[in-house]
């Protein structure tokens, strides 16, 4: 923002006034994501279930609002998009778990033939021998991948058995997992007089200004939200097409992981290429799989730049990449894989919070060192 921009105050409100109410806004967004993760730490089985249906009224908030402008009822909207939804999951889910089955039963191969045959090949281009730890270490992981696979099944009864050994537990979690969708149901129907109740508590000479910083966590939350998101799964389509066509072994699991940790800048493409390359190797049939990895991926990154991000999704979160490594893994080390989860999200409203704080800064004499600066 320009200096002359910084200079004009708030429209009806003085800048002495707009300032008191930017900071008491910025106050009460910090306290709300300390009790978002409060609430989590302590009532787990409550907030979760609440928070993933507020999260599925958001995303789908928008198509709704567009039926609606469009003349139909919004109780009628918001059935027409859940039913809608539903039944892409369900087909997604029907499709996708035998897929991921016949995926998975490869790994112990995969693994397996990776330690056998993987690390002669790379010692073979080094032209050394590999440490004896690392020809180690991938023999072994070849051999849990196995027993990972093998012990699933059972695994997966013992941990049922003992939800179900914990009746009030097991109960719990299947109240939880059942009242998502009906709590997200009535959020979206509602989620305009949620919203309309929320401002009418406001004080009426702050309405427009924090109507306006809402506006823009909303900005930069849908950006992460349905942006990122979209990204990743027209990338995951992107990388496991074309990895599939290069007879590339695991090619919807590398896929799915390169897209989806897209969302992490760098670690998708980083990661998807280290394991194609594994799978190159494992399942060698000329130079003319080489080229398609290349091209998978070059092609998958310069369409996410040029068309999925500016097109389809407009701008990004807005964040910084080493911004968002350094959420995830501070997030990660103090709330877990849930702060993992909320860590992007978390970081982009402390970074509208924290642009509002400095831009008020910025209108002080302290900074401006004009003594008829309010």
């Known amino acids: ?16 006034a707009a300032r008191r109410i930017d900071l008491w806004w910025a106050t009460v967004m910090v306290g709300a994501l300390g009790l978002v993760f409060a609430l989590l730490a302590v009532f787990g089985g409550v907030a979760v279930p609440v928070l993933l249906a507020l999260a599925g009224a958001y995303i789908f908030n928008p198509m709704v609002t567009a039926l609606e402008k469009r003349g139909m009822d919004r109780t009628w909207g918001t059935t027409l998009v859940f ?3 539903t039944l892409l999951l369900v087909g997604a889910v029907l499709y996708l778990v035998p897929v991921f089955r016949d995926e998975a039963l490869k790994l112990p191969d995969f693994f397996r033939r990776a330690s056998t045959q993987v690390v002669p090949k790379v010692e073979a281009l ?7 730890l690392v020809r180690q270490r991938t023999t072994e992981l070849g051999e849990q991948a196995t027993q990972l696979v093998q012990s699933a099944g059972p695994a997966a009864a013992r941990i049922l058995a003992s939800f179900a050994g ?4 097991f109960v719990a979690t299947l109240l939880g997992l059942a009242v998502v969708p009906v709590l997200a149901f009535f959020f979206l129907q509602d989620y305009p007089l949620l919203l309309g109740k929320m401002k009418d508590l406001l004080p009426r000479r702050s309405v427009a200004l924090v109507g306006k910083r809402f506006a823009e966590v909303d900005e930069v939350l849908s950006a992460f939200v349905r942006g990122q998101l979209t990204v ?3 990338l995951s389509v992107i990388y496991a097409i074309g990895l599939s066509v290069g007879r590339i072994d695991m090619a919807i699991v590398i896929g799915v992981i390169a897209g989806f940790g897209n969302m992490v800048p760098y670690l998708g493409t980083g990661v998807g290429i280290l394991l194609s390359l594994v799978g190159l190797m494992l399942s060698w049939q000329g130079p003319w799989q080489l080229g398609v990895v290349a091209g998978t991926f070059i092609v998958g990154q310069m369409l996410e730049g ?3 991000t500016p097109r389809i999704v407009g701008e990004k979160v807005g964040l910084a990449p080493m911004a968002v490594i350094i959420a995830i893994l501070a ?4 709330f877990g894989f849930v702060g993992i989860l909320l860590a992007v999200p978390v970081a982009a409203i402390l970074k509208v919070v924290l642009r509002v704080v400095i831009q008020r800064y910025q209108r002080t004499n302290l900074y401006t060192g004009d003594a008829r600066a309010p």
Do not use: H
Not at 166 to 169: D, F, G, I, V
């Open 1 to 16: 923002m320009a200096a002359t921009d910084r200079q004009v105050p708030e429209v009806g409100l003085s800048e002495e």
């Open 83 to 85: 039913t809608g939804g």
């Open 126 to 132: 080094l032209g050394t021998s590999l440490p004896e």
């Open 166 to 169: 914990n009746t009030a537990r």
């Open 232 to 234: 990743g799964a027209v």
């Open 306 to 308: 040029f068309v999925i």
């Open 331 to 334: 997030f990660g080390e103090l």
